[in-house]
């Protein structure tokens, strides 16, 4: 049977939407190739083609690519149970007269096969019926075989430091959440209280781009790569189903993301529209500059949009008597640098130009690359929908599958990569829950600083003015 494809392989965008396939392809049981790459095949002889027997092992590229994208069709458990059923009726593990012999040649397949899913999608394993499939095939597998107990024992230890590990996380989120919503709180009704600014913090912006890669490391380590696919299934079940996930979230670590981004965002704005004198914000806007351009060469384009974004919403860019006493020359070189125009083409070249760096690195330094993620959403998103999961036959485009499993994979790459820089936690502490202003809040400390400059800002001034007033 042809080997399944490496992601080295290319296809071209074009491709998915056509049948290039034709007389061409072969049929290997349900499965079809085209030039020796798995290019679709029905749901169930896709599942077979995931279990090992005595003499095939799935290559790690197919194992990969099925468990991310088989959720799209099926809910992990589900698979989990199939996989169970065809490990022991094929391979007759109910049987008590089992051959031993043949057990032994079986078992370290599965159980390499289990070791890889556990490994890679950890957090399939937080539904109880995932282990209970888990235990009960692990337990037919080791009866009587003391070396198999003990690889089982090593890969349930793993697993549940991994989910213990997630859980204390989760709760760290909630915790520091919790935190900043206080402070905000202290600051609306106490604000000659509460003086502190970044730069009473930290002044050095290389420090803060260090602290910052810090958060930005941590948030991406505990994404899973199944996030991405469950992210969509929430918005858009395949073929109007019903919805795989919705009994509970199923993409929480990359919404935290997604909202850490955010906060850096108006937390850049913040501290921007706070000071009362303009010269003190003109300082505050050049220090974020140089944090940013800091950011970008260590690698940490999330964190330098963020920053980007902060300064150009609108309570800030309006504020043009202190952007007058800005050098901005470094600023335009960076918004350059991040220009959306030609589906930004200068930040894909610049995140190509790090990826390389990270794979020929010969520090931890330099293997650091954070993608700009709200991109990388958008750009898994697109390849989802613009692309069908279903051929018209009714079997699984895999194709599309290998491209997004590539997407996803050069991410997981990504994540596993160590913070090289010390912690500094009284740093930390305030970028995770200093007080950031929302929306309004904003537009009333811009309008505080440089008064409003035509009829619609003046009544936007008064309005909030009147809402404030009505609170107190």
């Known amino acids: 049977m042809p080997q399944t494809p490496p992601f080295t392989g290319t296809f071209g965008s074009s491709s998915y939407n056509k049948n290039l396939y034709q007389a061409k392809e072969e049929d290997y049981g349900g499965l079809y190739y085209h030039e020796n790459n798995l ?3 029905s749901l169930e002889a896709l599942i077979q083609h995931l279990v090992p027997t005595v003499t095939y092992y799935p290559d790690r590229t197919y194992i990969f690519t099925f468990l991310l994208s088989s959720r799209l069709f099926i809910h992990p458990y589900e698979l989990m149970s199939k996989v169970c059923h065809l490990c022991v009726e094929h391979q007759k593990l109910s049987d008590p007269q089992a051959d031993k012999g043949r057990i032994r040649k079986i078992a370290p397949k599965i159980l390499q096969l289990l070791t890889e899913w556990t490994e890679t999608f ?8 995932m282990m209970r499939s888990l235990k009960d095939l692990t337990r037919r597998l080791t009866t009587g075989d003391e070396v198999y107990r003990k690889t089982v024992q090593q890969m349930m230890q793993a697993l549940i430091r991994k989910l213990t590990t997630l859980s204390q996380y989760e709760e760290g989120l909630v915790k520091i959440s919790a935190s900043a919503a206080d402070r905000l ?59 795989c996930f ?25 501290e921007i529209c706070m000071p009362l004198k303009k010269k003190q914000r003109a300082r505050v806007i050049e220090f974020f500059i140089d944090v940013a351009r800091e950011c970008f060469n260590i690698g940490n384009f999330n964190s330098l949009m963020a920053i980007i974004s902060g300064m150009n919403l609108s309570p800030v860019s309006r ?15 960076l918004e350059h640098q991040m220009d959306p125009s030609s589906n ?26 954070i993608p700009f993620f709200s991109l990388l959403i958008k750009d898994i998103y697109f390849l989802n929908e613009g692309c069908v999961s279903r051929l018209p036959n009714g ?3 895999f194709e599309k599958f290998w491209e997004l499993a590539k997407q996803v994979r050069e991410f997981m790459t990504w994540k596993k990569v160590e913070c090289p820089f010390e912690r500094d936690r009284k740093i930390l502490q305030y970028l995770l829950t200093a007080p950031v202003f929302n929306e309004d809040a904003l537009y009333l400390a811009s309008y505080e600083s440089e008064s409003p400059e035509n009829n619609m800002e003046k009544d936007r001034w008064k309005s909030l003015r009147s809402t404030i007033l009505s609170r107190s």
Do not use: M
């Open 344 to 369: 930004f083409y200068n930040y894909r070249t610049a995140l190509r130009g790090a990826t390389q760096r990270s794979i020929t690195a010969h520090s931890s330094r330099e293997k650091i690359v």
């Open 246 to 270: 919705s009994d509970h979230k199923k993409a929480s670590n990359l919404e935290a993301y997604v909202e850490w981004f955010n906060r850096l965002s108006y937390l850049v704005a913040t």
């Open 39 to 41: 290019v679709s095949g």
């Open 395 to 397: 079997h699984v485009n």
């Open 185 to 243: 709180t202290v600051l609306k009704t106490k604000p000659q209280s509460i003086q502190k600014d970044i730069l009473s913090i930290c002044s050095d912006p290389f420090t803060l781009a260090q602290q910052l890669t810090h958060i930005e490391l941590e948030r991406l380590s505990y994404i899973g790569p199944e996030e991405f696919v469950q992210a969509f299934i929430q918005k858009d079940p395949l073929d109007n189903d019903k919805n």
């Open 122 to 129: 950890p957090y399939d394993f937080r539904d109880e019926r």
């Open 319 to 333: 504020l043009k008597k202190t952007w007058a006493k800005v050098k901005t020359a470094k600023f335009d070189i």
